[in-house]
Every structure is written in C-alpha cells, then in structure tokens.
C-alpha cells in the first residue's frame, strides 16, 4: 500500500464530514427522518400526494449546493469523472438497484446508521465498503482499465 | 407557515449536505475512487470524512433517542430493524459495485448534477432505473419503513 500524498485532505474532509453530521443530526432533529439520499429519491418515484414536496425540496439543495457555494464562498467544487458513459450506466443502474434492495447508501447507512449505531447499517456499511475496494481491484489490477 | 418552513428548512439541510460533499471531496469521483483503490496510490481521506460525520451524528442521534417527536412537529420515523438479512448485504455488495465502477453515489451525483455534468445526470437516470426496477421486481421482502 502506499499513501498518495498529494490527493490527501485530511482537514478539509474532517471539516466537510463533520457538516455532513451536523446536517444529519438537523434532519432527524427537526423532521424526524434519517438522511438517506436514495431512500428520499426513491420516494419521488411512486409520488404520494404529501411527501413529494419536501423531498423535491431536499433534492433541489443538493442540486443547487455547488451553485450556493460559489455565490457565498467563491467555492468551486472538483468533479472529475474519468468513467465513460457505458460504465456510468452500469454504475447507475447497480447503485439505484443495490441502494433499494439493500434499503440504503452511503449516507443513510454509512453516515446515518453508524451514527446511530445500527448493527444493520454497519453491515451494510462493512458491505457496500468490501465490494467497492474489490471491484476497483478487479477493473484497475486485474482488467487494467 | 409552519409547513413552508419545512420546506425551507429541507431545501437549506439539502444544501447544508451538498456543502459537506463539496468541501469533504467526497462529490469528486475521482476522490471516491482514490480511496477505494487500496492497491495503488491511495488516498485515505474518506475515511476522515465518516469520523466528522460520526462524531458529529453521535450526538445528534443520542438526542434524537430521547425523543418521541420531531422539533418541527410529527413522530420520528426511526427504522427499528435490527435483523442482518440477504437483501440488506447483496443489496449493499451491488451497490458498492457500482460505486467503485464510476466513484458516485447517489448525494454526490445530484451534486455534480447541479455543476452541469452530463455524465451525472446520465447516472441519475440509470439509478432511477435501478430503483424502479427492484421495486417492480424484488421489493416483496421489505416494508418502505426500513428504507434509510
């Protein structure tokens, strides 16, 4: 294993990662609800006539993050997707599919649910975490892609 | 009133949570797939990502418990689960699969999404998809309450 250096951000991913709790701990304090983003978009797709606005509202945050960024803090976030367009719909497909069979994704179970201490979410968690590392393993290694 | 403070108050935690991604680097795929790549350069910062979070969510979490209500009014809805099943793990072993094919999951693809990203929207349909799908076809052993 060697430890790339240069891509390491251990303050700023302290500081982001203690807003992504502050926002958690927000949510289920004053709405009730765990913050789980594929359970909240999955709700949008069989819309009942109650709980389509809040969730349009928490999407619409997350879309216009980047832009609210820019405008108060001059912060122009990186994205740098180097996958072409088959793998992303591969990935897209797995992630929505895996996220609802396994009843959640990495800020429901991973964020959420260690936060809470759900034994659920910490398999869950241990889960999504091994197949990642091994499926990168296997297209980086062992494919070489 | 009350109920369009919700709103605001759901629209502000969304973006509160896109602000975490950003600044993290966890909405940056390339990241993701830095720290999953154990084998070669790797970059260990996710991981100081889920100590924030946890740390902070700790607290969070222990008030919630001694709740019944939510400070805007209405029950916690709390998953109560606490069984390790199949779906749960096969569920989350497919999803860590397409999460280490393209470094997104769901919160940071709406992030980039909002950048204007074409590929990121692209994933947000195929995941759509993938929802839609195992709802039609695989959802007869859960109950939408355990859904997080």
């Not at chain 1, 497909?93 to 991973?110: K, M």
């Not at chain 2, 709740?67 to 069984?83: K, Y």
Request: some cysteine; hydrophobic content about 55%; glycine content about 14%.
């Amino acid at each position: 294993m060697q430890i790339d250096w240069l891509s390491f951000t251990p303050i700023p991913s302290l500081l982001g990662g203690m807003i992504l709790g502050v926002a958690a701990a927000l949510y289920v304090l004053l709405h009730g609800r765990i913050l789980g983003i594929s359970g909240i978009i999955s709700g949008l797709l069989h819309p009942k006539l109650t709980d389509t606005a809040w969730r349009l509202a928490l999407v619409l945050g997350l879309v216009s993050a980047p832009f609210m960024a820019a405008l108060f803090f001059g912060i122009f976030p990186v994205v740098e997707i180097e996958s072409d367009w088959i793998a992303i719909v591969i990935a897209g497909l797995l992630v929505g599919f895996g996220a609802q069979y396994g009843s959640g994704c990495t800020s429901g179970h991973g964020i959420c649910g260690l936060s809470r201490l759900s034994p659920r979410s910490l398999v869950a968690t241990l889960s999504f975490m091994g197949a990642g590392f091994l499926t990168v393993f296997v297209l980086r290694h062992l494919i070489g892609l | 009133m009350k109920k369009h403070f919700g709103l605001v108050s759901q629209y502000a935690i969304g973006v509160l949570f896109g602000w975490g991604l950003i600044i993290s680097g966890m909405s940056n795929p390339e990241k993701i797939l830095g720290f999953l790549d154990l084998a070669g350069n790797w970059d260990p910062s996710l991981i100081f990502v889920i100590l924030g979070a946890v740390l902070v969510g700790l607290g969070g979490f222990y008030i919630a418990s001694k709740r019944t209500e939510a400070f805007l009014g209405g029950a916690l809805h709390i998953p109560s689960r606490r069984d390790i099943t199949k779906p749960l793990i096969i569920g989350s072993l497919i999803f860590g699969a397409g999460w280490g094919i393209a470094g997104f999951c769901p919160g940071p693809a709406l992030v980039a999404l909002g950048v204007g990203h074409l590929k990121a929207l692209v994933f947000v349909v195929a995941m759509l998809v993938g929802m839609e799908l195992c709802e039609r076809f695989f959802s007869s052993h859960k109950k939408a309450s355990d859904q997080v």
